[in-house]
């Protein structure tokens, strides 16, 4: 799953790598402990142009009434023919630019926190999906997991959907609508890109929100 993320990308460089052109976010600074139920910025395509967006993070579809669920993932097996996800996989689908997430490992002693990036530290971007504001509610989101892989299935089962750059133009392409067009477009980065490391169990609550949270520690 993904259940808290970070994005300390300078604001700028997202922009540049996501090739944005209207950008409606106003720069928060680096957030190293993201919760959901808050507003992040994610990538979407309207209207011929690449927009930069605040969206909530915790979908609900615009039919859905206040007592139904507003989850913070979607299973990539079933998002394409779930009837609370379909509609926004085939039409509205987002990036999340993201500098790593964090994952809570079982132990004999409980729950260890470990941070997952890339070793190179570059920018990573989920795959999303999102739905429109309406006058009584905000746009939202929702990042698509998949099951974890390689030395990550260690930590937990499930892991977000991180797409490849070469695929991020096709993810928010709109004439995609098609849900086996859109499989066959999506790649995700490579696992072995990735890396993982224990940090502080001060992650564990979302108001702390500083680098260190990101720093590994001894295991």
């Known amino acids: 799953m993904c259940g808290r993320y970070s994005n300390y990308a300078p604001h700028s460089r997202v922009t540049r790598q996501l090739r944005i052109d209207i950008d409606e976010v106003d720069d928060q600074g680096p957030r190293y402990n993201i919760p959901p139920g808050t507003p992040q910025p994610a990538a979407i395509a309207a209207d011929g142009k690449r927009a930069l967006t605040p969206l909530l993070w ?5 039919w859905a009434d206040e007592g139904k669920p507003a989850p913070i993932n979607a299973r990539a097996e079933t998002v394409a023919r779930s009837p609370y996800f379909r509609s926004a996989f085939a039409n509205r689908r987002c990036l999340i630019p993201a500098s790593g997430w964090f994952e809570w490992q079982r132990t004999d002693s409980g729950k260890v926190p470990y941070f997952i990036h890339p070793a190179d530290d570059d920018l990573l971007c989920y795959a999303g999906i999102y739905e429109p504001a309406t006058e009584s509610r905000p746009a939202s989101f ?4 998949h099951a974890a892989k390689g030395h990550l299935a260690s930590l937990h089962d499930r892991m977000p959907l991180v797409l490849a750059a070469s695929c991020w133009d096709d993810w928010l ?3 995609l609508t098609n849900r086996d067009d859109i499989k066959a477009a999506t790649r995700a980065i490579d696992i072995g890109e990735l890396e993982a490391y224990p940090v502080s169990t001060r992650v564990n609550t979302p108001k702390n929100d500083d680098a260190s949270l990101v720093q590994a520690i001894a295991s």
Not at 58 to 62: D, K, L, N, S
């Open 58 to 62: 915790g979908y609900r579809p615009t």
């Open 142 to 145: 929702a990042i698509i997991t």
């Open 173 to 175: 392409d709109p004439s």
